[in-house]
């Protein structure tokens, strides 16, 4: 049998074939530069506005550049003094919450039982529970057990607050490490801790950042936990302390707001930065195990 003929294309139809490329590739275009300017304009407002003598709430170029505004916000009892609450807060409850994380997650791997799923179940719905709905028992609880107004306490409930969701991000990222290597750490006499700590955690750098990063920054811009924990003004992070710039009657300090928050989103940034290698490392196990 004879190959079949092919037809020539008319140039009518690959014209229009080629207009409705176009036309989609300039739409997807389209779209994509409003997206990016949603993302782009908030933050071109704040490197600006933090630099101009008469900032306001249009997006402009200042006439005069001036650092006047971070001269006016880089005091103790402004910027350095809720910074180093903010450090110690959210900095030792995600330390409590990895360290809680990687234990709880641990048993969760590596053994099965029957109430494993509903254990996981009940996690995972805890992290859909609103903050704002469990802050009254919670303030309640505060001021009989004598927490309130307390940093420790206010670290415990952030890393409680936190905890569900990282140990469900913990137990995900555990799963991916072969218990083959913990097999052979414990035919040399290690105990199931040992095998933890020096061969699952450091082979799941990724995951531990990962958790790391994410608690510590749903940490960092929580404003209603330590408005509601904290009482003493000397004990209150950034995230309150930046409600400070909005005055009576609705009047703003834009350029002091705008200096404040990037010296505020500085240490988010820092943290992303030293461990990003980790963020897009692999595990690298693909000739550990020998099958």
Same mark, same amino acid.
């Given at each position: ?48 506005? =933090?630099?101009? /003598? ?41 330390? @409590? ?28 719905? =805890? ?5 704002? /709905? ?23 409930? !952030?890393?409680?607050?936190?905890? $569900?969701? =990282?140990? #469900? ?16 750490? #414990?035919?040399?006499? =290690?105990?199931? !801790? ?7 955690? $450091? ?34 992070? /950034? ?29 988010? @940034? ?5 461990? /990003? ?15």
């Amino acid at each position: 049998m004879s190959d079949a003929v092919k037809l020539p294309v008319p140039d009518a139809v690959r014209r229009t074939a080629a207009a409705r490329r176009t036309t989609r590739r300039l739409a997807a275009d389209v779209s994509l530069l409003a997206v990016a300017a949603a993302f782009v304009l908030p933050l071109a407002w704040v490197l600006l506005s =933090a630099v101009d /003598a008469d900032a306001d709430l249009r997006v402009k170029v200042p006439k005069e550049f001036t650092f006047a505004n971070f001269d006016a916000v880089l005091v103790d009892d402004v910027t350095f003094t809720p910074l180093l609450n903010s450090l110690i807060l959210c900095g030792g409850a995600t330390l @409590l919450t990895v360290a809680c994380a990687a234990l709880a997650a641990y048993p969760l791997s590596r053994y099965r039982s029957r109430t494993g799923r509903a254990f996981l179940a009940t996690v995972l719905f =805890a992290t859909c529970l609103p903050i704002t /709905a469990i802050m009254v028992p919670v303030y309640a609880l505060f001021v009989q057990v004598e927490l309130i107004d307390t940093m420790h306490g206010t670290i415990l409930f !952030f890393a409680a607050s936190q905890l $569900p969701f =990282a140990v #469900w991000l913990m137990k995900n990222f555990m799963d991916g490490v072969p218990k083959e290597l913990e097999e052979a750490a #414990w035919t040399d006499g =290690a105990s199931p !801790f040992q095998s933890l700590l020096r061969v699952v955690l $450091p082979l799941m750098g990724p995951g531990i950042a990962v958790v790391t990063v994410y608690s510590f920054v749903m940490m960092w811009g929580n404003f209603f936990v330590p408005f509601m924990l904290l009482l003493s003004p000397e004990q209150m992070p /950034a995230s309150v302390s930046i409600n400070d710039f909005f005055g009576n009657r609705g009047t703003v300090v834009y350029g002091q707001l705008a200096a404040f928050s990037i010296i505020y989103s500085t240490p988010v @940034l820092l943290l992303y930065i030293l461990i /990003a290698r980790r963020l897009g490392a692999g595990f690298a196990l693909g000739g550990a195990v020998k099958g």
